[in-house]
């Protein structure tokens, strides 16, 4: 399986702070991307699992509540659907950001909108 053409195309939003999941969430409304929204690593798989090949690109929060983070949840898609563009950020990553999957790109909170619009954008490419 792979990502289909022609079908709608999902930014999945990965925060548990309702507030920056709610503005990026807002952001990706300037792309040409759907948005899923989710509060864990957990919730994220559930969405991915029935509609993955419609995403295109993730935004995800390092560190998340529940067993797995940001990190897990990253290299899992790098694995499993290779096909999604993967945006990480955390204001206090620690060790694990050197745990990223190197197709994984990195932006520190507090950041820029700027930066997560161009990301996306590239996703839609």
Do not use: Y
């Not at 990502?3 to 930014?11: S, V, Y």
């Not at 935004?59 to 659907?81: K, S």
């Not at 990480?88 to 060790?95: L, M, N, R, V, Y």
């Amino acid at each position: 399986m792979g990502q289909a053409n022609g079908q709608e195309r999902i930014a999945l939003i990965v925060e548990d702070d309702g507030d920056l999941r709610d503005l990026a969430a807002a952001l990706m409304e300037e792309t040409d991307l759907q948005v899923a929204e989710a509060t864990s690593a957990e919730e994220a798989l559930h969405i991915l699992k029935t509609r993955a090949d419609s995403v295109a690109f993730a935004f995800i929060d390092i560190r998340l509540p529940c067993l797995m983070d940001g990190v897990d949840l990253a290299r899992t898609i790098n694995i499993r659907w290779p096909w999604i563009r993967v945006l990480a950020t955390s204001g206090d990553p620690g060790e694990r950001l050197a745990d990223l999957p190197r197709t994984a790109r990195f932006v520190p909170k507090p950041w820029r909108a700027l930066d997560v619009l161009i990301e996306a954008e590239r996703a839609v490419r």
